[in-house]
């Protein structure tokens, strides 16, 4: 049984948002298939252009790190 809509849910919603032509779940797969969001700090983020360049300078940093642990490990 669907309770009745009071009108009074979501008061900051504009009147004029219309999610009339809304798709459940439209995005819920891609979703599932794994996101990871990560949010950079201003300082850093002003260095990185893209996020391809970020994850190139991270690949760079684990191929080094993996290296020095590497020296240390033998």
């Known amino acids: 049984m ?6 009074e849910r979501y008061p900051d ?3 004029d948002n219309d999610f009339s032509q809304g ?3 439209k995005s819920a797969k891609r979703f ?4 990871n969001i ?3 700090s201003p ?3 002003a260095i990185f252009p893209d996020s391809a360049s970020v994850d190139k300078a991270l ?3 684990v ?3 993996g290296r020095s642990i590497m020296k240390f490990a033998a």
């Open 23 to 25: 798709v459940r779940g």
């Open 13 to 15: 919603l504009l009147d």
């Open 32 to 35: 599932a298939q794994g996101s």
């Open 59 to 61: 690949r760079l940093l």
């Open 2 to 7: 669907k309770k009745e809509f009071d009108g």
């Open 38 to 40: 990560v949010v950079l």
């Open 43 to 45: 300082d850093v983020a």
């Open 63 to 65: 191929e080094v790190a």
